[in-house]
């Protein structure tokens, strides 16, 4: 890509699956219980399915019930754009790649110590690079 960082959806379409895509860049919700990491403990690092900016760690994972993967800090409060959702006529607050603006999920105030946050996100925004893994 030669342009800047701003992508359209013709090339989000190409690059992620029809379900990512709905999710990613159309602000879906996948279904409670059904992600790929909503039950997962493997250690490592969470990154943006769409731009693979890191953006949350597996050390502050935690298990909400939800069944979405949940946890209560991104790495970095540089990682996550907030915006305020109002669809669906509920107020919550939406949470985003500050990189390249993906749908990540939702963000709520009933999260455990030490924030008592909770970053409520779809497995399908994801992509967990273990720690064993090789570097991408
Ligand atoms: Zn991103």
């Known amino acids: 890509m030669a342009e800047g960082d701003i992508k359209n959806d013709e090339y989000w379409r190409d690059k992620l699956s029809a379900s990512e895509f709905r999710i990613c860049r159309e ?7 059904t992600g790929e ?71 709520f105030s009933d999260g455990p110590a030490p924030t008592g946050m909770r970053y409520c996100v779809n497995s399908a925004s994801l992509v967990l690079q273990g720690n064993d893994d090789e570097e991408l």
């Not at 602000?27 to 219980?33: D, S, V």
Request: aromatic content about 12%; hydrophobic content about 30%; proline content about 4%.
């Open 37 to 107: 990491y909503w039950n997962c403990q493997r250690a490592g690092r969470y990154r943006c399915r769409c731009c693979a900016q890191i953006l949350f760690d597996s050390q502050h994972k935690y298990d909400s019930g939800s069944g979405w993967p949940s946890f209560y800090q991104p790495v970095s409060t540089d990682a996550i754009v907030q915006t305020l959702d109002t669809s669906l006529g509920m107020h919550r607050t939406e949470i985003c790649c500050s990189a390249c603006r993906a749908h990540l999920g939702h963000l």
């Open 27 to 33: 602000k879906g919700t996948e279904p409670a219980f």
